[in-house]
């Protein structure tokens, strides 16, 4: 069967639909490890996570991108990315054990804003006033969740902030890829990296697993995996300036299930501050989705 042309009405809904289901799967993975992380340190649970999912992304990327996705032409720079993402990944395991779920989930929405600042910093890219004012936007948008200095202030509110930036890090990484390499082979040796940096280190920091735990780790790899992939889809069918914004539908999600398995309702400053980052980031994908049209014309 054929795909219908990028852009068109059926395609752009799948897009949306493919965004929506896949920050849902992200959401209860999420949830998961908020679970976990009262037994095991985030290290372990990572390393589980990527050791379950590794077969899972094997199957995906053969089936997805034929062959030529199981094979690298730059491992090393895989290996770069993967201890980025454990790194990421591990803050903000950290930051759920401390913050509630839907609280976390705001402060990653920082990573567009740090992707632009970085894009401009490192990549040297030019970045006009309207983005850096975005930028600056949300950046006040995470003071405001944040709130340093006041009696309601935690510092592990800085675990998700440290996160988006080094997941900002990781998507700037993707542009020394080899450029001959699939979405699936970015997929595939992202968690295989992962699985390999941290099996490094989980030896150190071993808890036996509960048997009743068992189904939560199968869990994690499954929605994780799941998850990213119909993202990963989700910009095949789609533009980003259609799909990106659904991203924040996180928050709902977030919201939801922090409040069903823990009674969490995050304050009004919260959800205030939510909405400034949100707004800074959409229109920072707007605003780059225009840009790149224009120098396309």
């Known amino acids: 069967m054929q795909k219908a042309t990028r852009g068109a009405p059926s395609q752009t809904v799948t897009g949306i639909g493919l965004m929506a289901a896949g920050v849902a799967c992200l959401c209860v993975n999420d949830a998961i490890a908020k679970a976990l992380t009262a037994g095991y340190l985030p290290i372990q649970i990572l390393f589980i996570r990527n050791l379950v999912a590794l077969p899972i992304a094997i199957l995906i990327a053969w089936r997805m991108g034929g062959r030529s996705a199981l094979r690298s032409h730059r491992p090393a720079t895989h290996l770069v990315r993967g201890a980025l993402w454990i790194g990421a990944a591990t803050l903000f395991f950290t930051g759920l054990s401390y913050l509630g779920l839907a609280e976390a989930t705001v ?35 995470v003071l405001i969740v944040v709130r340093p200095g006041s009696a309601t202030f935690q510092a592990a509110s800085l675990f998700p902030v440290a996160t988006a ?115 800074s ?15 396309a014309g």
């Not at 983005?131 to 949300?138: D, I």
């Open 281 to 295: 980031g959409v229109f920072i994908v707007w605003r780059e989705s225009k840009v790149a049209t224009r120098e």
């Open 107 to 141: 402060l990653i929405f920082v990573a567009p804003v740090f992707i632009t600042a970085l894009s401009a910093i490192v990549l040297k890219e030019h970045v006009g006033w309207r983005r850096w004012t975005a930028v600056l936007a949300g950046f006040a948008g």
């Open 165 to 279: 930036f080094l997941y900002a890090a990781l998507m700037i990484s993707a542009r020394w890829v080899d450029r001959r390499e699939s979405v699936w082979t970015l997929m595939l040796y992202l968690t295989g990296a992962g699985a390999l940096v941290s099996a490094l280190v989980v030896p150190f920091f071993w808890t036996p697993v509960r048997a009743e735990d068992v189904w939560l780790f199968f869990g994690i790899a499954l929605f994780g995996t799941v998850g990213i992939t119909m993202m990963t889809q989700a910009f095949r069918f789609a533009p980003a300036a259609v799909v990106a914004p659904f991203d924040y539908t996180a928050l709902i999600w977030a919201t939801l299930l922090g409040w069903l398995f823990w009674g969490e309702i995050p304050d009004v400053l919260t959800y205030a501050g939510a909405a400034v980052i949100i707004a």
